[in-house]
């Protein structure tokens, strides 16, 4: 569960967890791989859900290399999505650009046989999907998959060596399209305009453009010209295929003829296909046949004789029962409802297509296009898997089944509303806006809980999800696809992502059972809807965000919180929030020396504990999209605030925030829903800061020389205010004394140079240790001073560096700022005095 669904993608791609998280690069100002229930957007691109381990050895400890999570930053302030590169096929300091442009016309257009974007089978047998750009980019050109002899798999078409240029040979038919932009239906304009734009785009200049786009599936080539002129826009398609009843062939360019086509009837008797084909004859089809041009889908023998067996079964159980029986279909409806009209060829099938049927409902025919362990794709009508396809024949094109379709009358919503075994769902989904979702002409697929399955769970909540409570939505989401899902398409083990982004596990076994997301048998699959299908299953899955968070702290092995919370008594109090964030510390974030020592003051003290507790509250629920620079957030702890600081760790590129800290604890996991609040994983204690800056100079020894320079200067007036968030850098005696003699008289003696030096060591910001990154390529960031000067801060290894001074000691938080202390003096940039006694000023230099 962990894995699949804590903190974000990335840290779960990365399958990274404990101190040493990469950057998190996804952080601010860009979209949230998380995003929320994308219904009317499915995702289409295959998930790429094989896990990637971290190669790169052992991090040093405290040494935070640039994620190779980082972003090309000019995707940042682009619209485009955002790229998690494969840090195995990338150099990790070099950052990765993003190759995707929009806007650059079709580049890989109507591919007809895109995979259908909806199962990653993780046999690692994807070469082409292997792209470092990650799913979204493009697949890269498919043809390319087309080994040679590899096919399509139906009946061994296509793909064969390479018949450059074919389609200029002999027995290609031609079709052309033209169509302007302009004479178009009126609801279309708009995205017409759009449409247009992008034409445009390349060159603005020009009045005049073309723009042409050609590429070659199996069975076609084809060419698109766009022509603007003065903003009209036509598009030319010219299609080159072989003439109906011709194939390519490997050798000669062109197409050449399959063979005597026969009349469709009697290709079905050549095929062997006598079920169906008395079936026609029965239901007195041969006339409506044999006079129209239809394509088929034709289950085979065995399938029909399955899908008896079953009805008579289903009828005889339901007689024992005394209930209705099951009604089988008409045969002449059956036969309907496995045809179409016309020539459907499956090489120009996308996927999610939906044919009508000739029964009298014309319910759909659903063709879905998936990925295989083997280069072969796998197409299925109506979740019935293709088994030999385009068949040819005088009057029509058979493609063989290994299932009876059955007829796509119902919505899912209509099938949730009637199916015996769902009456618990129902009530459940109801209570949700769920059902608003469904559009008619979607396609979700729904991993449905059985009444059985909510029998299961325990009677409290169970009562709460049949109420409208128990954050039924969140759980219910869960289990729902933005796209088709069908059983066949789950080979060994598979991946596919609910609308809520997160992805989903679904495993064939060996005793060919189905298994979702390792916990829940499907018990029924394929029931097919006209908008999606339902697989029924024997367990509902919670999600953490249908968890409490006490569930969720357990799961996750934030013990030593949990613990913190159950002593402070709090455990039932968290666990009723409805609407709050929770900063949880990591177990190793007790082990930390000074949160230590401030546990064992508070001991037993509950009040105390329950005031540390609620340090790391907030109502409300605030994500990391919401949060922003210096942002300071009211705690649950009375009057006590948490500062939020966000950093960008990529010195070039300072737009990409991609860190953040709070109290100067970094946050390592982030927006984790629970049932009523949001989590956020830091990696320290959160202690409130009572002391001003000047407050901790004060009561620390080490700092004597410094509070003499301090003395009456207005630097040390800045460190007591409490309106300030400012970053103090400390200089110990010990610094002061490795100062050349006469430069350490100069700084007493003269506080006009003492205070610009002073200065020089408040930042007017507030920086904390972790948010410094490496020196990656040599740049480093600045900080301006209150002298109106900048330091350069940085990393190396796993230390923080101002100009040549290391900090020793970091974070040491106050509440008009944080702490550091330094190993050197930092000296103006100017000698400004360098002429007086020779040496002053020239440390640091
Ligand atoms: C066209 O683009 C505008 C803004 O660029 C957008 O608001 C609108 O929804 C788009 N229309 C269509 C039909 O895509
Ligand atoms: C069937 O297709 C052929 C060739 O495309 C066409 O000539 C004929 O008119 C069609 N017949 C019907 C009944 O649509
Ligand atoms: C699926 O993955 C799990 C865990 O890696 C493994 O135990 C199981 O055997 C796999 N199932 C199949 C059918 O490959
Ligand atoms: C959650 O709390 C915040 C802050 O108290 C409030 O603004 C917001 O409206 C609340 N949301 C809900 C759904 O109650
Ligand atoms: C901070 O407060 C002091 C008074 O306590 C005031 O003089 C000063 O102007 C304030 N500074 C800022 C930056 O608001």
Known sequence: ?????????????????????????????????????????????????????????????????????????????????????????????TPVLNPKKENQGPKHPINPILPGGVIDVQAGSFPSFSSPFGPEFDFPALPGLEKPGSGFGFGGL??????????????????????????????DDLEKKNKTEKVEEPNIFSTSIRLSNCFETENKYECITKINNHGVVKTFTVRYKCCYGYKRTPQSGGCVKQGELKPILQTLDDLKLGEFRTLIKSSGLDDTVKDGNYTLFVPSDDAIHDYNDKINDMNKVDLARRRRAVSPLSSKDFVLSHLTDGFVELGDLQNEAKLPSEDDKKSPI????????????????????????????????????????????????????????????????????????????????????TDEAFNKLDEIQRQKLLNGGGCASNILKHHIVAHTVCSS????????????????????TLDDELIFEEKAKIVESDVIGTNGVIHLIDTLIIPDSGQYIGNVLKSHHFDKFQELVEKAGMTSELNNFDNATVFVPTDKAFENPHA????????????????LIKYHIIDGEIES??????????????????????????????????????????????????????????????????????????????YSTLKQLLKDTEVEKVLQENNRSITFLAPTDETFATLEEVDRKMLLENKEKAEEVLKMHVLTEVLCCSGVG?????????????????????????????????????????????????????APKKPAVATIGGGFFLFDL
């Not at 020592?597 to 105390?608: A, H, M, N, S, T």
């Not at 500062?643 to 953040?660: D, G, K, Q």
């Not at 982030?670 to 320290?684: A, I, L, M, P, W």
């Open 625 to 702: 999209n919401d949060m922003s620079n210096n942002m300071k957030i009211a705690t649950k702890d009375e009057g006590k605030e948490l500062r939020v600081n966000l950093y960008s760790t990529l010195p070039l590129f300072t737009n990409v925030i991609n860190r953040a800290t709070i109290n100067c604890a970094r946050l390592i996991g982030f927006d984790e829903k629970t049932c009523g609040s949001v989590v956020h994983e830091v990696n320290r204690l959160l202690v409130p800061p009572t002391k001003t800056i000047l407050d901790l100079i004060n009561e620390d020894e080490r």
């Open 366 to 449: 659903r063709i879905n296009i998936y990925p295989t362990h083997t280069y072969e794709k796998m197409l299925t009508a109506n979740c019935a898997r293709v088994k030999k396809g385009n068949i040819l024949a005088d009057n029509g094109i058979v493609h063989i089944l290994d299932k009876v379709v059955t007829p796509a009358t119902d919505s899912i919503q209509q099938i949730i509303d009637n199916h015996p075994k769902l009456t618990t769902f129902k009530r459940v989904v109801g209570n949700t806006d769920i059902p608003k979702h469904f559009k008619p002409e979607g396609h979700y697929t729904i991993f449905a809980p």
């Open 158 to 187: 296509f793909g064969i060596g390479d018949g450059q240029r074919w389609w200029k040979g002999k027995n290609v038919c031609i079709e052309r399209e033209e169509s302007t932009d302009d004479d178009d239906d009126q609801e």
């Open 1 to 93: 569960m962990f894995r699949q669904t804590f903190l974000l993608g990335i840290l779960v791609v990365w399958g990274v967890h404990g101190d040493f998280f990469n950057d998190l690069t996804l952080f601010h100002n860009l979209e949230p791989p998380l995003q929320p229930f994308p219904w009317e957007r499915p995702a289409v691109g295959i998930v790429v859900g094989k896990q990637r381990s971290v190669e790169s050895s052992p991090l040093e400890k405290d040494r935070e290399p640039l994620g190779p999570d980082y972003r090309d930053p000019v995707a940042a302030g682009s619209e485009d999505k955002p790229v998690v590169t494969d840090g195995s096929k990338t150099n990790k300091d």
């Open 774 to 826: 490496p020196h990656t390529w040599g740049f480093n960031s600045f900080v301006p001073t209150l002298g109106s000067q900048r330091v350069e801060v940085g990393r190396t290894g796993s230390q923080v560096r101002v100009n040549r001074a290391v900090v020793t000691s970091c974070d040491n938080l106050a509440t008009n700022g944080v702490l550091h202390t330094i190993n050197k003096v930092l």
């Open 596 to 611: 230590q020592k401030y546990l064992e003051k508070i001991g037993d003290d509950k009040e105390k504990l329950k005031e």
């Open 489 to 508: 398409a789950i080979i060994g083990n598979a991946t596919t992502h609910n609308v809520e982004g997160i992805n989903l596990n679904m495993e064939r």
